[in-house]
């Protein structure tokens, strides 16, 4: 689930772009539980700004302790023991004592599984989890998913999973627990704010989640949802709806993000450029060198029009590199609640051996030069959307926007 600063700006040229990169976690849950979302986008060879990304890093490991340990294991355990399940267990935990929480290290069909949910098609409960201050969270749930229907709420907190607490699992280790086949029954133990501990049974199905959603009201204002920021179907969708607000002479747009955990920064530099011609969309930086710097191009159908973005705290990622683009640029104005703030960019990266590494490769920076992680970004306009606004089936962060556009 697919990077910003103009201080100490040099001029470079434009590199080759290798592979896609992309944000945040979501799990199928989506991966979405299934899912880690992060911004993704183009990977750009940084080798002429550094001849050594590793310079304060060894250059190589003594892996023969490790066949210490499993000598001992070999000697003592009173158990089966598998090579494969051995050495994919060693392979992820070198990966996580980095201490990135968007770093990982995925199995060939833990892959699979990543790329499928960021496309919007998996088996699970269609809710997104991230780690926050180490608590498992539940990032945000997709529309119409089993997640949403059974209750589950964006910034509840995993406690256990079948019973299993879950307190210390990893984000793919939840993800592996939680996503399962259509038809089969998952019950997750939250605790959400002030309310205690919940208990909620959630079937889980098949998941096709189309990523962008449009209408237009009676009154002539245009509603863009984006659930999440693909590699196939977002840009396309996005742009044909906005080519249709603008045929239909439109008073205003609503972009609502709010529960979108990220995706692919090539989506989300797209999606701004239904709004902004030839502008700074986005930054990445690398050990506070500026590596490479996207911009808009240069056929806004939206530009001009009056537009307001719905946040919350499980906009992540790409959603946030979207509002801050527009914010930052005069474009839109934000409405609801404080983001989640991730501001780091991954890709995806083989193994040799089998596998791949999710691997923070750069922060990213908005127009202004903000890096958001851990703030979020905080709204111009700031309405709370409560449980019992969820429960009364009202939405004050949406009428607040209607209200400014009409």
């Known amino acids: 689930m697919e990077q910003n600063d103009q201080s100490n700006q040099q001029s470079h040229q434009h590199l080759p772009i290798k592979k896609k990169r992309l944000p945040f976690a979501t799990i199928g849950l989506v991966l979405i539980v299934g899912v880690v979302s992060f911004v993704a986008g183009s990977r750009v060879d940084t080798s002429q700004f550094f001849a050594s990304n590793s310079a304060d890093s060894p250059s190589s490991i003594d892996f023969s302790t490790l066949n210490d340990v499993y000598k001992v294991l070999r000697s003592n355990y009173d158990g089966k023991l598998s090579e494969d399940e051995l050495i994919a267990g060693a392979k992820r935990g070198l990966v996580e004592a980095a201490g990135d929480p968007y770093t990982a290290y995925f199995t060939d069909a833990e892959a699979k599984e990543f790329q499928s949910d960021l496309e919007g098609s998996f088996q699970g409960i269609g809710a997104e989890l991230g780690k926050r201050n180490d608590r498992l969270l539940v990032i945000s749930t997709l529309d119409d998913s089993p997640a949403k229907k059974a209750g589950l709420l964006a910034q509840d907190a995993i406690i256990k999973v079948n019973d299993e607490d879950a307190t210390s699992w990893t984000v793919e280790e939840a993800v592996t627990k939680i996503r399962g086949e259509k038809g089969t029954s998952v019950k997750l133990t939250v605790l959400r704010g002030d309310e205690g501990l919940k208990e909620i049974s959630i079937v889980r199905d098949q998941i096709t989640n189309p990523s962008v959603k449009a209408e237009i009201t009676p009154e002539g204002i245009g509603i863009l949802r984006i659930s999440r920021f693909g590699d196939t179907d977002t840009t396309a969708l996005s742009r044909r709806a906005a080519n249709e607000f603008k045929a239909r002479n439109v008073k205003g747009v609503i972009l609502d993000l709010r529960g979108n955990g990220g995706g692919y920064l090539t989506a989300a530099r797209e999606v701004s450029s239904l709004w902004l011609e030839n502008k700074v969309v986005v930054?990445?930086?690398?050990?506070?060198?500026?590596?490479?710097?996207?911009?808009?191009?240069?056929?806004?159908?939206?530009?001009?029009?009056?537009?307001?973005?719905?946040?919350?705290?499980?906009?992540?990622?790409?959603?946030?590199?979207?509002?801050?683009?527009?914010?930052?640029?005069?474009?839109?104005?934000?409405?609801?609640?404080?983001?989640?703030?991730?501001?780091?960019?991954?890709?995806?990266?083989?193994?040799?051996?089998?596998?791949?590494?999710?691997?923070?490769?750069?922060?990213?920076?908005?127009?202004?030069?903000?890096?958001?992680?851990?703030?979020?970004?905080?709204?111009?306009?700031?309405?709370?959307?409560?449980?019992?606004?969820?429960?009364?089936?009202?939405?004050?962060?949406?009428?607040?926007a209607l209200e400014l556009l009409r």
């Not at 499980?314 to 640029?329: K, M, P, R, Y």
């Open 283 to 400: 930054s990445e930086r690398k050990k506070n060198v500026i590596i490479d710097t996207l911009r808009s191009d240069s056929n806004a159908p939206l530009l001009g029009i009056k537009t307001v973005v719905l946040v919350d705290g499980g906009s992540a990622s790409a959603s946030e590199i979207v509002a801050g683009a527009l914010e930052d640029n005069g474009a839109a104005t934000l409405v609801g609640q404080k983001t989640f703030g991730k501001g780091s960019v991954q890709t995806l990266e083989n193994v040799k051996s089998g596998g791949q590494v999710k691997v923070t490769v750069a922060k990213w920076y908005t127009p202004k030069g903000k890096n958001i992680s851990k703030e979020g970004i905080k709204p111009q306009i700031e309405v709370k959307l409560t449980i019992d606004d969820v429960n009364a089936n009202r939405d004050p962060q949406k009428d607040k």
